[in-house]
């Protein structure tokens, strides 16, 4: 089922999306301390005096959290995009965001503008929160029900490559000197390229192309190219059979979708995983490294070398979660990921605790550091993404990423703005709110969250139709309530666009 086109589009999308999104999270922590210092002799050259502390600390607060911000703008803006230009089209259109903020990041040590790095992270965080709602809805449609869980992986996958690029790129060896760090971000400007370079010669979503654009010949064409076979009656006939349930294919708003009472438990379970999915503490865990590293005995111009395999443990992970999700599927995968984070984040909170009496402590408490990264990227990490484009219908979905990725941003910000007062009250026991985070999150999913492997998107429709209080044939109404047409006229309309759209006979 993986064709060479379906490979490459892959590949292709998520280097030029999810992997700036995971190099973005990581490239500011290698330089930090040069950033700082420029932004206090730019201070000192404009104003004459040195820049205050406090000052300096919220200057640099603001470019590291404002990547959220502009995350949140992105997330919201998508849905229109995506439903003019299509799903491909976003993709590329977005590197425009990227390669403009590659350049105003990378020249602004020699323009001696800090704020033309703040400006080129808000940006940065826009083309993320833009290529996180379009990059996991094309995989979703141009991949066979049999492996969208795997290739939904993709993403996750290539946003720990991308944090552990940034580190890798962040060593004193390579840019992680004081005359080097604009280099780290002017690399942004590659991945966009590649994609920007292969990404035009792949086809859109067929999914797109038929339900949003009604040109048959283009979906056949692309569903051959990506499956790699001549014969796709079959899977033509089950996207129409998708689009006979919709009744049409008229795109539905947030608000629309938020009073849909067929997909309720649909939204409130992509809400709470894509808000466990920020708040289970995995930014704590990044926080806290260096110190536990350090207390652990290792040299401090060791550390960086040492953080590295917190990135190679976060890469193997997601691999691993992409090979084995299709067998042990996205429920077990989600709830035990969330389980066992909770079990190492208590034995963290014990071990940070009483580490200074018990000489070989720090070491457990670098285990489960690695244990809870690997914990979150088996499960956690990707397949959130993977359940937003499963969950939801095709006229649906634009406004379910939407949802999914305002709340996604929102926690991240929420996590950037609260944990140093959480991390300041509780010290060591700040772990434990995330514990709770992740049981309540993992309790939940055990109790709403039915398996959708191998599943078509009515059949997951099914799954939650009993929870919705609704009827397979309601469920199916509700789509579009106000909306409907006679039966009669709708075998009449189906049928024209069939014959208008040059459907090969057989396939109805």
Excluded at 39 to 67: A, C, M, P
Excluded at 321 to 343: A, K, N, P, W
Aim: hydrophobic letters at 45%; one cysteine or more.
């Amino acid at each position: 089922n993986w064709s060479g086109s379906l490979i490459v589009a892959s590949l292709t999308g998520a280097f030029g999306s999810s992997f700036l999104y995971g190099y973005n999270l990581s490239v500011v922590n290698a330089p930090a301390a040069y950033i700082k210092k420029f932004y206090n002799e730019t201070w000192e050259r404009r104003y004459g005096f040195s820049v205050d502390e406090s000052t300096l600390t919220l200057l640099w607060s603001i470019t590291v959290s404002i990547f959220a911000i502009g995350g949140l703008v992105g997330a919201i803006i998508v849905t229109p995009i995506v439903k003019f230009f299509g799903r491909k089209c976003t993709l590329l259109l977005n590197n425009v965001f990227a390669v403009t903020a590659a350049l105003l990041m990378s020249l602004s040590f020699l323009a001696g503008s800090f704020e033309m790095l703040i400006l080129g992270r808000i940006i940065m965080g826009v083309d993320a929160g833009i290529s996180l709602s379009a990059l996991p809805m094309y995989l979703s449609e141009i991949s066979p029900k049999e492996i969208r869980g795997s290739l939904g992986q993709v993403t996750a996958i290539f946003i720990c490559i991308g944090v552990f690029t940034g580190q890798v790129l962040g060593l004193p060896e390579i840019f992680g000197q004081e005359s080097r760090w604009p280099y780290l971000f002017g690399a942004i400007i590659v991945p966009s390229l590649i994609q920007i370079v292969i990404l035009p010669f792949l086809p859109e979503s067929p999914r797109y192309l038929l339900l949003e654009k009604h040109n048959t010949s283009k979906a056949e064409k692309a569903f051959q190219t990506f499956l790699g076979k001549d014969d796709v009656s079959h899977e033509v006939e089950e996207v129409l059979a998708e689009s006979r349930v919709q009744r049409n294919t008229k795109l539905v708003s947030v608000l629309q979708l938020l009073r849909t009472q067929a997909v309720r438990w649909q939204v409130i379970t992509v809400v709470v995983t894509m808000g466990c999915y920020q708040l289970c503490g995995l930014n704590a865990i990044w926080y806290y490294t260096n110190n536990i590293f350090s207390e652990a005995g290792i040299n401090h111009e060791t550390i960086p070398y040492v953080t590295l395999s917190t990135g190679a443990v976060e890469t193997v992970a997601a691999v691993f979660s992409g090979l084995v999700i299709e067998r042990l599927g996205r429920r077990l995968l989600l709830i035990g990921g969330f389980g066992l984070m909770v079990v190492f984040f208590a034995v963290l909170t014990v071990s940070l605790t009483l580490q200074k009496t018990v000489h070989w402590l720090p070491y457990l408490s670098i285990f489960c550091i690695l244990a809870i990264i690997a914990s979150f990227c088996i499960g956690p990490g990707g397949i959130p993404f993977v359940l937003t484009g499963e969950f939801f219908q095709q006229s649906q979905r634009p406004a379910a990423f939407m949802i999914a990725g305002t709340v996604n941003w929102l926690s991240n910000f929420a996590v950037g703005l609260l944990f140093p007062f959480i991390q300041g009250g509780l010290q060591t026991y700040c772990f434990l709110v995330f514990a709770a985070i992740c049981f309540a999150g993992a309790t939940y999913l055990f109790f709403v969250l039915p398996e959708t492997k191998n599943k078509t998107f009515n059949e997951i429709s099914q799954a939650f139709a009993k929870r919705n209080k609704v009827s397979l044939e309601m469920q199916e109404m509700n789509h579009y309530p106000g909306e409907r047409k006679s039966s009669a006229e709708q075998e009449s309309n189906f049928t024209s666009s069939v014959d208008n759209g040059e459907t090969k006979k057989g396939i109805v």
